[in-house]
């Protein structure tokens, strides 16, 4: 060997000690270079911000943050929003927060910077507390994202309220710096008292280029609910892919179990029918019964009715008190009203009302006419008011004309009473034994017969018409036509919502109908308004469809089918209830799919056919009564012709004064 290579030997054995310590330390900082490469936690949740940010796109973000440890986080967030999101960030302290809050609308509060999406970084336990005291005091369905360490999610939020309508968003992350997951998820309580639930909503995953097959997320496989019908949506934004459930989260929290529901209802077939329960409750079916059960149902809660204790359905009394259901609602005793309820204006500054479940339309319902009714004015009620102007006007001039016509003979001219007798009873068909001698008497006799035989035409036609086919049904037919009528009047319920559509109608003939309406017209139950139909000249104004099921068979009453006040009807809840859009999405579902038409065609009686009684024969009560008209008129006759027989016979006596003479006896005019 040369002298070079083996002082090139002696070189390297030299350089071996330095190597390996060369090469050891480079072994200290491996791990730290390969860690390197993996953002930090803070840097993880700002670029997770950011994504989410452009993912839901979020155009205006209010971050509230603590104290100063927190800051770093807070610089690395505006940083990234502001070079990578399209979004504007505004920061607020949290212990700030309650004392900058603005007043609009119902005496709400919100924040100077609210407005699209509220964050807050929850780290510690005094951001929990401050974060509740903010949530509070806000609108509940205001949109959050929290960011909180994955271990921590249950025990921080345990002790806060979150209502079931809460749009609260809990991006989970892992303290472990090797993993780049945060979880997302929907954190909500069905009521007070009630355990913290939490829904897997998404996730996202820092760097990820293959998102055709959803990455690991352990939050899917614990004790979080899922939605596994529910379609996800994927998609590659700024620095990582984040991966959500399609549609509206709070339509997903449909499982209400330990959730039971005070209801309060009325009876009003065929849409809810009553049945007596255990300890004054009811059992409901009927139409809406059979939706409000499918909603327990799918909802998973229980629920107990009750029927109102005043039995009205809603009415706003002068003193601003509610009665009816509405008052069972706002006075806190019941959670529901399980009917179908008009919306109004009145109302839903009181109640919230769900989605309309059926339309109600109001009819007119009165007595149907019967030959009965026309006992005493059978062989009357054939002269309208207009035929009997004109008999009357026919008698005056027929009788003048005669007596002008009798004065052209001086030496027996027809006095007027005799003159009214002859046209009365030429009218009745009868002659007279007066001696008509000149053209023009006999002329005005003539027209005087003519008379006779039209009004006997016009009489007869009707009399046979009207006692062969029977009493004709009732010419009104709207509310108008009622309100003109000089006999009927118009009834409704007190206090229902006939009373707003009314008083609020901007119809000239409703307004006239409402200022005609007396105290007397008003009556306190359906069963008082169709009872007082039957007794008098009355006409009840009540929702169709119960009129149709309780009376649409009982030919006794007789429904007019002009519609009056289209209206849409609905269930009625607390104001600001959070189970309004999770029933809602219940009942959107039941009329898409035919449901409600289902039962609501199995609900709806056949109709029945009264017309056989129009053409009912007149019966023996109707011509009776007749017959004891003529009785009483010949009765009549027979005490004036005893009463003029004895008058005539005392006048004869009084001529006849008996003398004596040559012992005859003589009378008065042989003196």
């Given at each position: ?11 390297a054995?030299m ?6 310590t060369?090469?050891?330390f480079?072994?200290l ?8 490469s ?16 452009e ?7 209010c ?9 770093l986080?807070v610089?690395?967030?505006?940083v ?14 949290l ?11 119902e ?12 964050l807050?970084?929850?780290t ?19 949109s959050?994202?929290l ?10 939020l345990?002790?806060?309220y979150?209502?079931l ?7 989970a ?8 997951s945060v979880s ?33 997320d ?22 990582g ?6 549609g ?30 255990k ?6 079916t ?15 809660f229980?629920s ?6 005043d039995?009205?359905?809603g ?35 009181a ?29 009357t ?15 005056l ?11 052209q ?11 009214l007798?002859?046209v009365?009873?030429?009218l009745c ?9 000149t053209?023009?008497?006999?002329l ?7 008379l ?10 009707y009399?046979?018409?009207s ?5 004709p049904?009732p ?22 919502s006939?009373t ?7 119809s000239?003939?409703h307004?006239?109908?409402?200022e ?5 017209d008003?009556?306190?139950?359906r ?12 006409v009840?104004?009540e929702?169709?469809?119960y ?5 649409g ?19 009625a ?5 959070p ?6 999405n ?16 199995e609900?709806?009686?056949k109709?029945?056919d ?6 009912l ?55």
């Amino acid at each position: 060997m040369s002298l070079a290579c083996r002082l090139f030997s002696m070189r390297a054995i030299m350089l071996l000690p330095a190597l390996h310590t060369f090469l050891a330390f480079l072994s200290l900082f491996g791990p730290t270079m390969k860690a390197a490469s993996v953002p930090s936690n803070q840097e993880l949740t700002a670029m997770m911000l950011v994504d989410y940010l452009e993912f839901f796109h979020h155009l205006r973000v209010c971050l509230l943050v603590s104290e100063e440890p927190e800051q770093l986080w807070v610089r690395q967030a505006v940083v990234r929003v502001a070079r990578a999101s399209h979004a504007f960030l505004t920061v607020l302290r949290l212990n700030e927060a309650n004392s900058t809050r603005h007043h609009h609308g119902e005496g709400r509060r919100h924040l100077p910077c609210e407005r699209d999406l509220l964050l807050a970084h929850l780290t510690s336990r005094s951001d929990v507390h401050l974060f509740g005291q903010v949530f509070a005091s806000h609108a509940p369905d205001a949109s959050w994202l929290l960011l909180v360490p994955a271990p921590q999610v249950t025990r921080r939020l345990a002790n806060l309220y979150l209502p079931l309508h809460n749009r609260v968003t809990v991006a989970a992350y892992s303290p472990d710096v090797t993993s780049t997951s945060v979880s997302l998820l929907q954190c909500y309580h069905v009521s007070e008292g009630d355990t913290l639930r939490l829904q897997w909503f998404g996730a996202w995953h820092y760097d990820r280029t293959d998102i055709r097959n959803a990455f690991h997320d352990p939050w899917r496989k614990t004790r979080v609910e899922k939605n596994l019908d529910a379609p996800v949506l994927s998609r590659r934004v700024v620095y990582g892919v984040l991966e959500s459930l399609e549609g509206d989260p709070v339509l997903r929290r449909n499982n209400l179990h330990g959730i039971h529901l005070r209801c309060s209802t009325i009876s009003s077939p065929p849409r809810t029918i009553l049945k007596p329960a255990k300890d004054g409750a009811v059992d409901v079916t009927g139409i809406l019964g059979r939706a409000y059960e499918h909603m327990m149902q799918v909802a998973n809660f229980t629920s107990t009715c009750f029927a109102t204790k005043d039995g009205q359905w809603g009415g706003l009394r002068k003193d601003g008190t509610w009665t009816g259901m509405i008052g069972d609602i706002v006075s806190g005793r019941t959670d529901i009203a399980l009917a179908s309820l008009d919306i109004t204006q009145e109302r839903s500054k009181a109640v919230d009302f769900l989605m309309a479940v059926v339309r109600t339309e109001y009819l007119l319902i009165m007595k149907r006419p019967r030959n009965d009714d026309r006992k005493w004015s059978t062989f009357t009620s054939e002269f309208e008011t207009r035929v009997w102007v004109v008999l009357a006007a026919s008698l005056l001039a027929v009788t003048a004309t005669l007596r002008l016509a009798s004065l052209q003979n001086p030496q027996r001219p027809l006095p007027p009473s005799d003159a009214l007798l002859v046209v009365v009873g030429g009218l009745c068909g009868q002659g007279t034994s007066e001696e008509f001698r000149t053209f023009a008497s006999h002329l005005v006799f003539l027209t005087l017969l003519m008379l006779q035989v039209l009004v006997t035409a016009h009489y007869t036609s009707y009399l046979v018409s009207s006692m062969a086919v029977g009493p004709p049904l009732p010419t009104v037919s709207t509310i108008a036509d009622i309100s003109r009528h000089p006999r009927l009047r118009l009834n409704f319920i007190r206090g229902s919502s006939i009373t707003e559509y009314f008083r609020t109608s901007r119809s000239q003939e409703h307004q006239e109908a409402w200022e005609n309406m007396q105290e007397d017209d008003f009556v306190e139950s359906r069963e008082e308004g169709t009872a007082r139909v039957l007794r008098g000249p009355y006409v009840f104004l009540e929702a169709g469809a119960y009129l149709n099921k309780r009376y649409g068979a009982d030919c006794r009453y007789f429904i007019l089918p002009t519609p009056n006040f289209p209206s849409l009807s609905a269930f009625a809840v607390r104001k600001g209830s959070p189970f309004i859009p999770i029933l809602n999405n219940i009942i959107l579902k039941m009329k898409s799919t035919g449901l409600m038409k289902k039962w609501h065609w199995e609900a709806t009686p056949k109709p029945v056919d009264c017309s056989d009684l129009e053409f009912l024969p007149v019966e023996a009560s109707v011509v009776v009564t007749a017959f004891l008209l003529l009785a009483s008129g010949a009765s009549l006759s027979l005490l004036f012709l005893a009463w003029e027989r004895n008058r005539y016979g005392e006048k004869r006596e009084s001529k006849i004064v008996p003398r004596r003479k040559d012992g005859k006896i003589t009378h008065k005019g042989e003196m």
